[in-house]
Each structure stands twice: as structure tokens, then as C-alpha cells.
């Protein structure tokens, strides 16, 4: 499992669905409850689409899919996102 | 990050190949001119997407190297001998290319000018692209945050920037370049090659060097990069853990693996740690 990236790498695939940069969210895995801005997961590029693992315990916190003119996102390893946004 | 949360989707842009020029045998930076580019913050990447005449495409990420400015952008792109991207743009891309783009990329491995605080950096191989951003950003904002550069490299011929490091260096504003040779040292280096170990982060990063060249008396033009080649008047010390400084490692997946725990165990805190591990998907 040595060949990761870091969730860096999903800001420009996640940069095309979402309005805001997701790598610099803080977020809590729904597997053992750690914190950390989704930039530090580790992902692994190689499946057929990218592959995003919480680095304290190794559970998958996200998947994402790109193929012609959909996406397939899977966050269900994620239990909650702080975002950082423009003041309301 | 608030600076760096752009809003908007990411879309493609396209630019035109403005300059290339040749920074190793085997790496090149490629100056793009983006009419509808904003700047970006620097550690940013973008993604580079080519498609053949038949629709094929291919995308990849590449680190920014310069510093922030309207309408253009500078890459540094290394070859990998088997790669599919990375050879069209370092050998067969030409000026007045054609090129698309999207970007800026990524809101968490950035530094952002108006921090004072001490920054450490990191670079193993071509890992140095977003730092050396970062120098640069450091430089047209006129910061004086104090800045360190461990430069991991095979040999004094892989070193990007070597020329441009050594003079940003000897303008003694609070910069400090270290180098750690992997492979081939200059000659008249004082150290084996060697990779980057507990014992050369405790010697580079110990924070209270003695000045190595007595003030005015200025190093020789470089030949080679030297690990420790001190500006006039004496370096600044180098950023150990007690100072707290930001830290920045960027390189392949084994190289931010090692030299994190390195840090981590010399006691800079892991919060303080961005790590940027670029892979062969890079090609």
C-alpha cells in the first residue's frame, strides 16, 4: 500500500463538481472518528477512479469516478466536512 | 485557506506557449500565456490536457513555478523516460503552442505571502516546483519571512534552479539554501553522497551556525550548488523544530514518506507538516 498520493490530488477533479476547493475541508472519518483536512487522505490513483483513505485507520472515505460526461462521487466514508466560505 | 477558496468550478482555459526553456537535461520550464488566468497562490498546481487529432486525450498535474501574475503562469515539467505527457511538453512543445489548461488547483499545500512566520521547506527531485513558487512569492511580496530550502537531489546536474537559487541566497534577505546530494557530490564537497537522514536534518536545521565565510568575504561564483554556500555578512540559521516553522515537503511518495517521519521525529509538530507526494501518474 505503499504507492498513495496525498488528497491533494482530488482538487482539481473534485474542482470540477464543486464551486469550492473540498481538499482544504476538514474532515471527520465515519469510520474511527479522525479529523483531517481531506488534502491529507491518501489516495491511490490507480482504480479505476481514485480512491481516497483515511491515513489513521485506512477505511475508504471517498471514491470518485470520472467517465465522459459523468462523475460517480461516493462520500460515505466522510461523516461531516467543515468548509471554509465567504462570510454571509 | 480562505484565499485560496476560490469560487467557481474549474474549467478549461486556452494558453499559448510563450518560452521554454531548458533547466536540466531532462527538465524544462514552459512560460503559458492565459488571457483569462487571475493569478494563483503559490504550491498551487494545475491540470495540462493535450488531445490528438483523433480525440485521444491525456491529462496531468503540474506544479506552478512561478510567482503569482495575471494572465501568465510558469511550469517546470521533468521527462520520465516512459511517460506519455511529460516528453511532448519538454521536447516536442515549441513557442506559440497551442496549450490547455485548468486552474489554479488546490487550497491546502499553499503559502500565503502575508504570513511572517518561518518556513521550512523540503524538496526531493522535482518536488522543489511548488517551493521554488513559494521563494519566488516570497520574493515579489517582499517578505522577510525567514525561508530554508533542503534540497534532496541525485547530483549537482539535477538541481533545478541551481543558478537563480544561489542568487536569490546571496542576497542575504533571510534565505537559505541547503542541498543534499544523493548520488554524485560537486567536487570538494565536504560529504559522501547520501540521502537525506536524522543526522544531516539535525546538522542543517541546528538553528545556531556559525557563519561559514566571514562577513565580505563572499563565496566564489557557484560552479555547483553548495549544500552550505552562506551570503555576505553570514546565513541565517537553519528552522529546527523549537521555532515552530511551517513546513512544506514535496517529492515522490518514498522520499515525503521519509523525510516526514524525519521531521516528526526531530519534534516539529505533524500539524505543521503539508506533504505533496507526486507519483508516476505524473508523466
Known sequence: MQNYLDGNVLAGPLGEVFAVDVTSAMGQCASCGAQAAVAQAHVYPDAPGAVARCRACGAVLLRLVRAGDRAWLDLRGISCLELQMPSE | MARAAVLGRLTWQDGTVREIRRETAAAASIVIDLPDWSGHTAGQHVDVRLTADDGYSAQRSYSIASAPEPGRVELTVQRLPDGEVSPYLTETLQPGYPLELRGPIGGWFVWDPASS??????????????????????AAAGSQAPFQLLYSVR???????????????????????????????????????????????AELTRGDDPPLFSPGGLPPEPPAPDRRSAPSGGEPPGHRAGQAPAVFVCGPTGFVEAAANLLITAGHQAGAIKTERFGPSGG
Open chain 2, 117 to 138: 512566520g518561518p518556513v521550512l521547506l523540503v524538496a526531493g527531485g522535482s518536488g522543489i516546483v511548488p517551493l521554488m513558487s513559494m521563494i519566488r512569492s516570497r
Open chain 2, 155 to 201: 547530483g549537482p546536474a539535477d538541481a533545478l534552479y541551481a543558478t537563480e537559487l544561489s542568487q536569490r541566497q546571496r542576497q542575504a534577505d533571510g534565505l537559505r539554501v541547503d542541498y543534499v546530494y544523493t548520488r554524485t557530490v560537486p567536487a570538494g564537497w565536504p560529504h559522501p553522497p547520501g540521502r537525506l537522514s536524522a543526522a544531516v536534518l
